[in-house]
């Protein structure tokens, strides 16, 4: 097929858009020799391969039509490759196609470089650089790595060993511009620099809902919040559903552990799912104005600090 005919087809088969067919146009470009009996029978390979759905399909296809070019045998060489470089199974392997397919184009002399390149810059063990290597990291420039470790050796008043030590996939992922604003929220949570490093996960949770979490579990353990390991991962709308309701079945909240126990745990305990009471005790207005007014006099009685939402 010309261009012009792999594009219908493209259309036809995988329900590309115009614009979507002109942002890919030099991967277009690059498998416009194949014919449809290949292209079939490589949609065939993938979805058995991957276990895909059509529609998974379609949107890899759609984000990397290069893949309709990859030949079948290096596809399987790639697998074998990141299931050692990665230290996963075929399943496991397969959720990391169906998010990051950019995998299977990526030249294994590259990867291997930049894995070399983490394990110099960090100084990383073979087995440390399993455990914390994502395609997500592999997708960063080594150019784009120095600048973030330079950004956080300023925004953190770190060393380039203290980096080393608590090097964070998630942390190189996320913007520089995220991490100024969670860093400021948590300054007016006067949670210290020392435990965001010591648990550098905290840079990981929603911004807008920070401010939230915490004025909500001040309210029931009256004390800095976040001394207690991993505060911040419950959504603050489950949170909140959580407290109303042992509150309206009476139950004495001794401590944050309450709000924060494992999904099947506390549903184990009082037999209610989260969909269920945040429906009957959603995050309103209503509910804005009641943390408002419970923080106040809680922080008040506490000498808390002044935090209001909005």
């Known amino acids: 097929m010309d261009k012009k005919d792999i594009k219908a087809f493209l259309k036809e088969r995988y329900d590309f858009t115009d614009k979507q067919i002109n942002k890919k146009e030099s991967n277009i470009t690059r498998i416009a020799y194949l014919d449809k009996e290949r292209i079939l029978a490589k949609e065939t390979f993938y979805m058995q391969e991957f276990n895909l759905t059509k529609d998974e399909y379609n949107k890899m ?65 073979r087995d440390k650089i399993n455990k914390i290597i994502t395609p997500a990291l592999l997708c960063l420039s080594e150019n784009t790595i120095k600048a973030k470790i330079s950004f956080y050796m300023q925004e953190f008043n770190l060393s380039k060993d203290e980096i080393n030590s608590i090097i964070s996939p998630s942390w190189l ?78 139950k004495k909240i001794m401590s944050t552990r309450d709000l924060l126990i494992s999904e099947q745990n506390f549903f184990d305990r009082y037999n209610i799912d989260s969909k269920t009471m945040m429906d009957k005790f959603p995050y309103n207005n209503d509910a804005i104005d009641m943390i408002n007014t419970e923080y106040e006099n809680v922080s008040k009685a506490t000498d808390g600090i002044e935090l209001r939402l909005d």
């Open 173 to 250: 992922c996320l913007s520089d511009e995220n991490i100024k604003n969670k860093h400021k929220i948590l300054k007016e949570l006067n949670i210290p620099d020392s435990i965001i490093i010591n648990d550098p996960a905290i840079l990981t949770a929603p911004e807008l809902s920070l401010k939230v979490r915490y004025m909500i579990l001040y309210i029931v353990e009256k004390s800095d919040v976040f001394l207690r390991k991993k505060w911040y991962m419950t959504s603050h709308k489950k949170t909140w559903a959580r407290l109303c309701w042992l509150r309206t079945i009476g």
């Open 61 to 125: 296809i759609k984000f990397l039509p290069a893949l309709l070019g990859l030949d079948i045998e290096s596809v399987k060489a790639k697998e074998t490759f990141y299931m050692q470089v990665f230290n996963v199974n075929k399943d496991e392997l397969r959720k990391m196609i169906k998010l990051s397919p950019a995998l299977l184009g990526y030249n294994e002399d590259s990867i291997k470089a930049k894995i070399s390149f983490y394990m110099q810059e960090f100084n990383l063990t």
